[in-house]
């Protein structure tokens, strides 16, 4: 009788253990509880794992066992800590989330009266709030493009992304492809053999807090004028913002833009910076790699948004970097330009740092590599499994399936 119940105990025990293990997919949408506008690039994280909200304000975060609750974080709105019932494993939120209303505490303005005295600090502080040991990043990344209204590539995949303590530059710095897919429109005039800047090398480039050359070093910081703007807050701390202006005409575009810093410990948390596009021919040496002879290149927009999270152990990461580039293009003997949309996203949606070694050459990109050209076709339905993604928006749902559709 005593054997019985230790062996209906072990039993019952194993499936438990079998019960805890079982995946957990937590999907819904987030907006604001002021109009209720969707929301994108919301940050919704549980369990280890990350994703971020579509244009849409849609969201599927998929977990390797049960979750207690989910972590609901934008710029300028505070955060929810959303427990979930231990019973299920399926879950569907619907998020409203509510703007801000911060004040700085005196002492806080005192003390940092000064936007450049601002950013000097937080660069100063690098070392203290971001990793100094090297880190793996696992991601999702895509890449769409548009021909006026209408998708005609959409390139994805999960990648990797090495980067070296940041008391290092990005020199060791690298991204890997994992599992990718492609879709490009079989329509000859849809395509276009321009090679703008960008790829899955531009998270790399764009951290800012590790690359000082793109923007914090001294002689950038001059070319700019810096204004302290109203306050926000990002997951509940608040965050001084500043505004940088072009004060000066460089032979190079400089941008438009804000840095967000943490008030309580200075980390630099978020970057949204745009090219001055009043000189067309400095804008289009910053966006164009190649085009074809005969084609009139016409850029309309380069601009960033990159995002940083602190994490439980006080390290700030980089999390979500996102590229939009518009621009016109036209053939001599035509009346009429075509307008072209690109867009790159990152987000990072889980991070090892133990026993971190880097990626080899050979498998990681280079610059001059396009992710779309090292994938394959469009053609499992079940492709992703249990990676966790960005979801398509409705509109790149219904452009996928009338491409696959022509093929």
């Known amino acids: 009788m005593k054997r019985a119940f230790v062996l209906s105990l072990t039993i019952l025990l194993v499936c438990l253990n079998a019960w805890s293990q079982q995946p957990v997919t937590v999907s819904g949408t987030v907006v604001s509880h002021a109009n ?27 977990a390797d066992s049960l979750l207690k609750a989910v972590n609901v974080s934008h710029v300028g709105y505070y955060s929810q800590h959303l427990a979930l019932s231990d019973a299920s494993t399926q879950h569907q ?16 303005v005192v003390a940092y009266a000064d936007p450049r005295e601002l950013i000097e600090a937080a660069i100063s502080k690098i070392p ?4 100094r040991q090297p880190e793996l990043h696992h991601c999702f990344y895509r890449e769409t493009a548009m021909k006026r209204q209408h998708h005609i590539m959409v390139a994805e995949g999960v990648v990797d992304m090495y980067k070296s303590g940041y008391s290092h530059g990005t020199g060791r710095d690298r991204v890997a ?5 492609r879709l490009l429109s079989p329509r000859k005039g849809d395509t276009l053999s321009v090679k703008v800047t960008g790829g899955p090398v531009t998270p790399v480039q764009l951290d800012l807090v590790k690359n000082l050359d793109l923007l914090l070093n001294k002689d950038d910081l001059d070319c700019y004028e810096l204004k302290m703007e109203a306050p926000t807050a990002t997951d509940d701390r608040p965050q001084y913002v500043v505004s ?4 000066r005409v460089m032979p190079w575009p400089l941008y438009y833009g804000r840095l967000y810093i943490d008030q309580q410990t200075l980390a630099i948390t978020r970057a949204e910076l745009s090219l001055d596009m009043r000189d067309r021919d400095k804008a289009t040496r910053q966006m164009l790699v190649r085009k074809p002879a ?3 290149f016409r850029p309309r927009e380069l601009s ?32 009429f330009a075509t307008s072209f949309t690109a867009v790159c996203e990152l987000a990072v949606t889980s991070t090892t ?11 990681s990109f280079d610059q001059r590599d396009a992710f779309y050209d090292k994938v394959d076709f469009f053609r499992d339905p079940v492709f992703w499994q249990d990676y966790n993604i960005i979801e398509p928006t409705e509109s790149l749902d219904r452009a996928v399936e009338r491409l696959l559709k022509k093929y």
């Not at 209720?36 to 998929?62: A, C, E, H, M, Y």
């Not at 939120?93 to 005196?106: A, F, N, V």
């Not at 203290?128 to 990793?131: E, L």
């Open 93 to 108: 939120l619907s998020i409203r989330l509510r703007p801000t209303s911060i004040q700085l505490k005196e002492v806080l």
């Open 177 to 181: 492809i994992r599992k990718g897919r």
């Open 244 to 247: 940088l202006t072009p004060a």
């Open 353 to 363: 740092s133990n026993d971190v070694q880097p990626l080899r050459g050979h498998e």
């Open 36 to 62: 209720g506008r969707p929301l994108s690039g919301v940050s919704i994280s549980g369990g280890g794992q990350t994703v971020v909200t579509n244009d849409d304000g849609f969201f599927q975060l998929k």
């Open 294 to 296: 005969g084609v009139r």
């Open 128 to 131: 203290q709030n971001y990793s």
């Open 304 to 335: 960033f948004i990159i995002d940083y999270r602190q994490d439980d152990d006080g390290l700030t990461r980089i999390s979500y970097v996102r590229t939009t580039f518009r621009f016109n293009c036209d053939w001599r003997r035509r009346l």
